[in-house]
């Protein structure tokens, strides 16, 4: 593994986690590491650190090695600020990347900016280079991706060009209202039931003004009817996913949506979707990563 040495290095840096692969001259992916040391946890002298300890072995001391990153990592609160692009706009304009601050000398760090949309307000950061991906692998694409994860995008694609999204806070609810609330008492931590979840997948979606009545239903469940801690835990995802599903549905109804994010996460939005009578297939989040950035850079380095 010592004598792997990288053309280039692929990041994807977000809020809690960040992957990183050395690619090699063929394009091929030669490594992969992993950290938890995500953007929350680091004030922006850190980041070049960290980056450092994971990818030093890659790298050749007698070159300057491109690292090209996307995610939170290039946030206000991250390694530097990148801009955002406004849609409707490509994905990825590598006339926007940013290059961060270095120490080393044997890298050249690169950022790409997020994407924003003025009306209705909304931001994405990361998800666009795996949308990039996605459309660099389907060229001529027209319609409807979704990206589940802690706030799950829903994305109208046109002409190469992101039009129009919206933003999900579904993944983020899930994990404070199993953790810290009163509901953390009545769920399991990773127990799953297939039929709680669809049940929850369709109240949620056919009543989703009841949403605050269904959570507390979940702890007096379990205290009068003995609900199984993992019956609760399904029932709640489904109810919040059935909640996101109803404010979705201009963008699923009637549309065969491309689900790109962990395979955990897009079989739960795939099932909760089958359920609902809406169509989607997933596609490999590593590989729409991989493809976006791996595109930036070669557009980079041919300029």
Not at 150 to 172: D, R
Request: aromatic letters at 8%; hydrophobic letters at 35%; one cysteine or more.
């Amino acid at each position: 593994m010592n004598d792997i040495k990288a053309k280039w290095i692929a990041a994807d840096w977000g809020t809690t986690h960040m992957r990183a692969w050395a690619i090699g001259e063929e394009e091929n992916v030669l490594a992969f590491r992993e950290s938890n040391e995500g953007m929350k946890d680091l004030q922006q002298n850190e980041f070049e650190p960290v980056l450092l300890r994971l990818i030093e072995s890659w790298l050749d001391d007698t070159k300057v090695t491109t690292v090209m990153a996307c995610g939170m990592v290039g946030a206000k609160q991250g390694w530097v600020e990148t801009p955002y692009l406004k849609t409707p706009c490509v994905p990825i304009d590598n006339n926007q990347l940013t290059t961060a601050n270095t120490h080393d000398k044997r890298i050249i760090v690169h950022l790409v900016p997020g994407v924003m949309q003025n009306h209705p307000a909304d931001i994405m950061r990361g998800e666009e280079t795996q949308i990039s991906g996605f459309i660099n692998k389907n060229k001529g694409f027209k319609g409807v991706v979704c990206l589940p994860g802690t706030h799950a995008k829903w994305v109208n694609i046109q002409e190469g060009q992101i039009s129009s999204f919206k933003t999900f806070m579904t993944g983020e609810l899930f994990g404070v209202i199993s953790n810290h609330t009163l509901i953390r008492h009545s769920t399991s931590i990773k127990g799953w039931n297939q039929e709680s979840f669809e049940e929850g997948i369709h109240e949620g979606f056919n009543n989703p003004g009841l949403i605050a009545s269904n959570l507390f239903s979940l702890r007096a469940e379990s205290i009068v009817n003995n609900m199984d801690r993992d019956q609760a835990r399904s029932t709640l995802s489904g109810l919040l996913l059935g909640v996101e599903l109803n404010g979705a549905q201009s963008y699923w109804k009637d549309n065969n949506v491309t689900l790109i994010g962990s395979e955990l996460l897009s079989n739960n939005y795939h099932q909760g979707l089958k359920v609902l009578g809406g169509q989607s297939q997933l596609f490999s989040l590593e590989t729409a990563t991989l493809s976006g950035l791996s595109s930036a850079y070669t557009n980079l380095v041919s300029d």
